[in-house]
């Protein structure tokens, strides 16, 4: 069973549009929860971390995290075009484990 | 600030060849990790070292794959005797610790015929 499950696997978002994307963690002794982008053909790019319970916001970005249910979740508003990527929810646990990336979410933004 | 490197770019085997990929990490980051990535899938760890000790290589089929970083800077991945499954981009990240971002390098694509 994968240890860092993405839902959906893909999306389409109008442009302008907003974009959801889920993340759990099976194993309760995760630490910090990141999102990291990949466009087609490029590696991935650390996009946004969230260590704590709540809520973080850059520019058109929110990141929410909910410890107790080990759910993450990724939110792009005002969805562009240039959004169109993989989006890789990853997990690190305690004891100092390298990440675990989940299998990703496919979005594309339709103009 | 010089990014990760990686090469070759780009390899294509056939079945039962050798293969080695090379990193140079950033300058100053002590943990070093290789992932594959098979197509449309996400990284899946392989082995990752901090300075030139493994911490991780429970992922590695080590029968047929090794890493090393013996100097605790640039690092090799081989592969004794490629099989069509390892067919996948090895992506190579390195990190200043195990709780920081990790920076990719662009990869290698291997094909295996």
């Known amino acids: 069973q994968q240890k860092v499950q993405q839902s959906p696997e893909s999306l389409i978002v109008p442009e302008g549009g907003m974009a959801s994307l889920n993340c759990t963690s099976s194993?309760?002794?995760?630490?910090y929860f990141w999102w990291y982008r990949q466009h087609s053909g490029k590696s991935p790019k650390m996009l946004m971390?969230?260590?704590?319970?709540g809520e973080k916001e850059e520019g058109r970005f929110t990141v929410h995290l909910n410890k107790a249910s080990l759910h993450t979740s990724l939110h792009i508003r005002d969805s562009q075009p240039s959004d169109s990527a993989l989006y890789l929810c990853?997990?690190?646990?305690?004891?100092?484990?390298?990440?675990?990336f989940g299998t990703g979410t496919t979005v594309s933004v339709s103009p | 600030e010089a990014g990760v490197t990686q090469s070759p770019r780009y390899a294509v085997l056939q079945e039962g060849q050798a293969v080695s990929f090379w990193c140079d990490p950033i300058s100053g980051h002590d943990t070093l990790y290789w992932y594959q990535q098979p197509r449309d899938q996400g990284p899946q760890l392989l082995v990752y070292f901090r300075d030139e000790a493994v911490i991780d290589n429970s992922q590695l089929p080590s029968d047929r794959f090794s890493a090393v970083r013996p100097k605790g800077t640039n690092s090799t991945l081989k592969i004794q005797s490629a099989k069509q499954g390892d067919t996948a981009t090895y992506l190579c990240a390195s990190s200043r610790d195990w709780k920081n971002t990790l920076y990719f390098g662009a990869g290698t694509r291997l094909s295996v015929l």
């Open positions: 990853a997990a690190s646990y305690q004891g100092g484990r390298a990440l675990i």
């Open positions: 194993d309760r002794n995760v630490d």
């Open positions: 971390s969230i260590f704590s319970n």
